[in-house]
């Protein structure tokens, strides 16, 4: 008889190796090449593990992987089996199943129930008449009068206008309203770069319009060609004075 974990850790001391080494050579959890040294083989997650991790590791160690087996079965896996203490080990014990009696009570008192439920349904609803049933299936539906309402979509009264500099950099100077409103930009747009605005009126001096791209509300739009100032409402887009 020899100490299985006492071995196993002192030819991997006499060796340098670190649990990391180890566990990355053998591709065993460092914990449980340190539950082998150990010797708590409980914290493994079955039997078979056990017999199996202690192979790989002794060998990998240089040692006799099947003799590490062997004294495992001798000590753990016989005193199981003769009733001799043993280490403690997980719980195996399942909880006591029901009577097969039992949950057939319960299957068939389920399926009365059930049963019992649907008669009454079935009873209630032929115990009302044509219009009752249509008028409790139906969906409700709001009517005015003979014809359906229809909403109409309100337009907007705002000017959102979102600038894009896709080629190349502009100067840009955005006022609220006219060119004497609030300042809202001012300065170069650089490429790539984008910049948002809104307001009922939007009065826009723009260095180099073919850079922009332009979106009003959601659409494309185009704002002018000729570097002259633009007004821009939620309507559409128009040249406007310089001021």
Do not use: C
């Not at 078979?48 to 790989?56: A, E, H, Q």
């Not at 959102?160 to 100067?171: H, I, Q």
């Amino acid at each position: 008889m020899f100490e299985i974990g006492n071995s196993l850790h002192e030819a991997r001391v006499r060796q340098g190796l670190g649990l990391p080494t180890v566990e990355s050579a053998t591709k065993i959890r460092a914990k449980y090449l340190k539950a082998l040294e150990e010797e708590q083989f409980e914290l493994l997650p079955a039997q078979t593990y056990v017999k199996g991790f202690l192979r790989t590791y002794a060998e990998f160690l240089g040692l006799d992987g099947q003799l590490y087996v062997d004294e495992y079965n001798s000590r753990f896996v016989a005193g199981e089996e003769e009733g001799r203490p043993n280490r403690p080990r997980r719980s195996s014990a399942r909880p006591p199943r029901r009577s097969r009696g039992l949950e057939s009570g319960v299957v068939l008192a389920t399926l009365a129930g059930i049963a019992l439920v649907a008669a009454l349904v079935i009873v209630a609803w032929k115990s009302g008449d044509g219009n009752q049933r249509v008028d409790s299936i139906a969906p409700a539906v709001s009517v005015t009068g003979s014809t359906p309402v229809r909403t109409t979509p309100r337009k907007p009264t705002a000017a959102r206008l979102v600038l894009t500099a896709r080629r190349g950099n502009t100067l840009l100077e955005v006022h609220a309203g006219s060119p004497a409103g609030r300042l809202l930009f001012q300065g170069t747009l650089l490429q790539g770069k984008s910049v948002s605005l809104e307001s009922k009126r939007l009065w826009l001096a723009i260095g180099s319009p073919d850079h922009l791209y332009a979106q009003l509300n959601g659409r494309h739009v185009t704002l002018g060609r000729d570097g002259r100032p633009v007004l821009v409402t939620a309507a559409g887009v128009q040249t406007a004075a310089a001021g």
